[in-house]
């Protein structure tokens, strides 16, 4: 039994002692990236989506659009009644134009019929019915131009309310175009052309592959040390049996313990609580979504690392 002891003892410090300690990482985790499903913001049939899974995408750029043949109809049929809504509007100067002459007239009339008072050849009534018919006619214009303008404010707000409703197809036609929102690869299409689809239904997946973040998990130890914008090193494995380091940041740190995320049977392992963090990496494209990674709180790597 002893025997047994000895020889187990000898074989973990020869293992600790071959162990390199630049190989040693502090946490350890996955690669993921941050992913946007794009839904249809209209309801009909797709008549173009143009987009495969592997698709180099911009952020603002057209992929698709829905069937809106009706919206078009609905908006030509909104033009054409404020159109004609404002061409009800009156032309108050040319109206008012007639009466105005009137006025003018009468106020001549008047002058010449205060001069033949003066010389005692007009009487003073003539004088008093020119006055009359001069307020007569300052009452007509005045009651003319209130409805003239009351009829002009009626009819443009008819057609400020046809161009609300202009506005609102037109928000409605644009969100028939299928658009990308952001830079990224599409991961995933889950609609093709000429497919039913309706509002808030997924068309496809996209994610920015050229920033990934490494989500790892740290203990309650390694939590009091570390902090946001701290730099670090990331190893990944290169498939050579070597690792390939990346400089990278943390960005975020979970304020909250949870246990270890794998399925653990012992008591004493369930009560282990850990701590997750992303570490934010620029991919150099060799870097996949679910590939595994481990963090080093040394800072960034060197030169020669880097070069790995």
């Not at 998990?217 to 290169?238: H, N």
Request: aromatic share 4%; glycine share 6%.
């Amino acid at each position: 039994m002893k025997n047994h002891t000895f020889i187990a003892l000898s074989c973990a410090l020869a293992l600790a002692a071959c162990t390199d300690p630049n190989d040693r990482s502090d946490a350890s985790g996955t690669f993921e990236a941050r992913e946007t499903i794009v839904s249809a913001e209209a309801t009909g049939k797709i008549m173009a989506l143009d987009i495969e899974e592997g698709d180099q995408l911009k952020a603002g750029q057209v992929v698709g659009h829905i069937d809106s043949t009706q919206l078009h109809l609905q908006r030509l049929q909104l033009m054409q009644s404020r159109k004609a809504v404002l061409a009800g509007q009156p032309d108050i100067r040319t109206q008012l134009e007639a009466l105005e002459q009137q006025l003018k007239s009468a106020k001549q009339d008047k002058q010449r019929i205060e001069n033949l008072v003066k010389g005692e050849v007009a009487s003073q009534k003539q004088l008093d019915d020119a006055n009359t018919r001069i307020a007569v006619l300052q009452s007509q214009i005045a009651a003319q131009w209130s409805l003239l303008r009351t009829s002009s404010t009626t009819l443009t707000e008819q057609g400020n309310t046809i161009g609300v409703q202009l506005l609102q197809v037109e928000d409605q036609l644009s969100k028939c175009r299928i658009i990308s929102p952001v830079n990224g690869t599409v991961l995933a299409t889950y609609s093709n052309a000429l497919e039913m689809t309706a509002a808030g239904r997924p068309l496809f997946k996209v994610a920015d592959l050229g920033t990934m973040h490494l989500k790892a998990y740290i203990t309650g130890d390694q939590f009091a040390r570390v902090q946001l914008g701290e730099a670090v090193s990331v190893l990944v494995d290169s498939g050579e049996g070597t690792l390939r380091t990346y400089p990278g940041t943390i960005d975020w740190i979970s304020d909250r313990a949870e246990f270890t995320p794998k399925t653990i049977q012992a008591k004493n392992e369930r009560a282990n609580l850990v701590y997750a963090i992303k570490v934010k990496v620029v991919n150099d494209g060799l870097i996949k979504i679910g590939m595994y990674g481990e963090v080093r709180f040394d800072g960034p790597p060197t030169e020669q690392q880097a070069a790995q």
